[in-house]
């Protein structure tokens, strides 16, 4: 076990005594990593939160995170640590915006990514993960299909599945967008021998220098698997720090020390912590809503 903080023994004590099972995000601080039960990407926190045991289930995350726990496992008691970690991306996209998305192209199916809130998920009829997008989009029978809202990850499972036609909407990831096509030619040629591992919200000049696109769980696979040296890790920096902590005789870099998702370094020890002793902040759904988005989020876990 590695030295653990004050903090962190705290937390661990109090999760133990309130029989709670805690899960955190692999772009949660890498403190918060340590005390967690499981470490995981979005799909499998939800899926971990239906299958618990444990009354109370702590998502180490973004709200929308928090939420898709809560639509696969309602009877149980789902709490955040840090209200105001919301995801921009998940933000920019709106129920209107699918209705309007929906009366024009009314033979289209709605495939909704999971970063984004009930509201919209209930409006759509299928949810994905970026490592389920593929395989969502091959099992939808109609031929059209409107996916909202990360327009990179649309695009890059648009060309994986050539006989849809794919109606794109407008949404990205801050974080990922802001990496730019310069950033990785400079990573490149700073580190020739790299192996490069890429998240598909990037954009579609930076997937291009990729060796491997793939969710953060199968770019962690992936590093872990790959004989080269060195890896170029082109997602959130915790992963790029995670990994070169796990693998001291490779090394390991972030495409740019930009990489940093602001929301999820909301979720501190400090505020963990406070979730836990004051069991906050409880993740409450509209239930007719929330009926709906189940059913989206099912169809997905089905596929
Ligand atoms: S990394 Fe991007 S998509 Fe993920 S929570 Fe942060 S802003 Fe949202």
């Known amino acids: ?27 949660v601080p890498l403190e ?30 973004v709200r929308f995170m928090g939420e898709s726990a809560k639509l696969l496992a309602p009877e149980k008691k789902v709490l955040i640590p840090a209200i105001d970690a919301g995801c921009p991306m998940a933000d920019m996209v709106t129920v209107e ?35 389920s997008a593929i395989r969502v989009a ?10 909202v809202p990360d327009i990179h990850l649309a695009e890059y499972v648009a060309d994986q599945v050539p006989d849809k036609k794919f109606i794109l909407h407008t949404g990205f990831c801050p974080t990922h967008h802001r ?15 790299a192996a490069v ?15 491997f696109v793939g969710s953060t769980a199968q770019i962690i696979d992936f590093a872990r698997k790959s004989e080269a040296p060195e890896i170029i890790i082109g997602t959130e920096m915790e992963i790029a720090a ?23 370094k909301k979720v501190t020890p400090e505020a963990l912590l406070n979730c836990l002793e004051n069991e906050e902040f409880e993740i409450t759904l509209d239930e007719a809503e929330a009926a709906a988005a189940r059913e989206a989020l099912d169809r997905m876990v089905k596929c």
């Open 242 to 264: 995670r990994l070169q902590r796990e693998m001291p005789e490779k090394k390991v870099y972030s495409v740019t020390s930009a990489f940093v998702c602001p929301n999820m």
């Open 138 to 147: 091959n099992s939808i029978d109609n031929d059209e299909i409107i996916f």
């Open 32 to 61: 918060v990593q340590d005390v967690a039960d499981h470490v995981c990407d979005s799909y499998a926190m939800a899926t971990k939160a239906m299958d618990a045991t444990e009354p109370t289930v702590i998502i180490c995350g």
């Open 97 to 131: 915006d699918v209705l309007k998305l929906k009366e024009e192209h009314p033979n289209a199916a709605v495939m909704c990514y999971v970063n984004s809130s009930a509201a919209v998920k209930a409006v759509s009829d299928i949810c994905c993960t970026s490592s």
């Open 197 to 211: 591992a890429v998240h598909p919200e990037c954009r579609k000049e930076v997937l291009k220098h990729a060796d």
């Open 1 to 27: 076990m590695k030295n653990l903080s004050d903090i962190q023994k705290r937390i661990l004590e109090l999760k133990k005594e309130k029989n709670a099972l805690i899960l955190a995000h692999y772009y």
């Open 179 to 193: 990496v730019t096509e310069a950033d990785i030619i400079a990573a490149k040629k700073a580190h020739p021998e």
